[in-house]
């Protein structure tokens, strides 16, 4: 549980305010959860934490409504009103496969809120590229 909270917390120790002893305490970690029978047996830190992310940050664990509204932020500026969403995902690849409902979803939040425009960042946990 430690481990897991650790890598999540850190994107699998990627982030760059991930301090030394964060990597050594996963380290630490995971030779216990193994020596024990835990959940990283046969797994190394980057395969358990690919899992773990993509477990927490998938698009089909949600609906389009629940993705959108989980990270959304409402702006004025320059007379526009409008909304930006943030969305984390483990594969950007399989995104294409959401976007319709997405952008539905988006349009009925922002014509139900009667806003200019919206937009959804949506940034790979894994590898970090935002589109």
Same mark, same amino acid.
């Given at each position: 549980?430690? %481990?897991?909270?650790?890598?999540?917390?850190?994107?699998? !120790?990627?982030? *760059?305010?991930?301090?030394?002893?964060?990597?050594?305490?996963?380290?630490?970690?995971?030779?216990?959860?193994?020596?024990? &029978?835990? *959940? =990283?047996?046969?797994?190394?830190?980057?395969?358990? &934490?690919?899992?773990? %992310?993509?477990?927490?940050? &998938? %698009?089909?664990?949600?609906? *389009?409504?629940?993705?959108?509204?989980?990270?959304?932020?409402?702006?004025?500026?320059?007379?526009?009103?409008? #909304?930006?969403?943030?969305?984390?995902?483990?594969? !950007? =690849?399989?995104?294409?496969?959401?976007?319709?409902?997405?952008?539905?979803?988006?349009?009925? !939040?922002?014509?139900?809120? &009667? !806003?200019? #425009?919206?937009?959804?960042? +949506?940034?790979? +946990?894994?590898?970090? *590229?935002?589109?």
């Amino acid at each position: 549980m430690l %481990l897991a909270c650790l890598l999540a917390d850190t994107l699998i !120790l990627t982030s *760059p305010t991930t301090p030394g002893r964060d990597k050594k305490a996963a380290e630490r970690l995971r030779r216990w959860a193994i020596a024990h &029978g835990g *959940p =990283m047996v046969g797994e190394d830190i980057n395969s358990f &934490g690919n899992q773990l %992310l993509g477990a927490s940050a &998938g %698009l089909l664990a949600r609906s *389009p409504e629940e993705i959108i509204r989980t990270d959304m932020k409402l702006y004025e500026a320059g007379g526009y009103h409008f #909304f930006i969403s943030k969305a984390e995902v483990t594969d !950007l =690849m399989k995104l294409s496969e959401y976007l319709s409902t997405l952008r539905a979803a988006m349009i009925a !939040l922002r014509d139900k809120r &009667g !806003l200019d #425009f919206a937009m959804l960042v +949506v940034t790979d +946990v894994v590898t970090l *590229p935002s589109r």
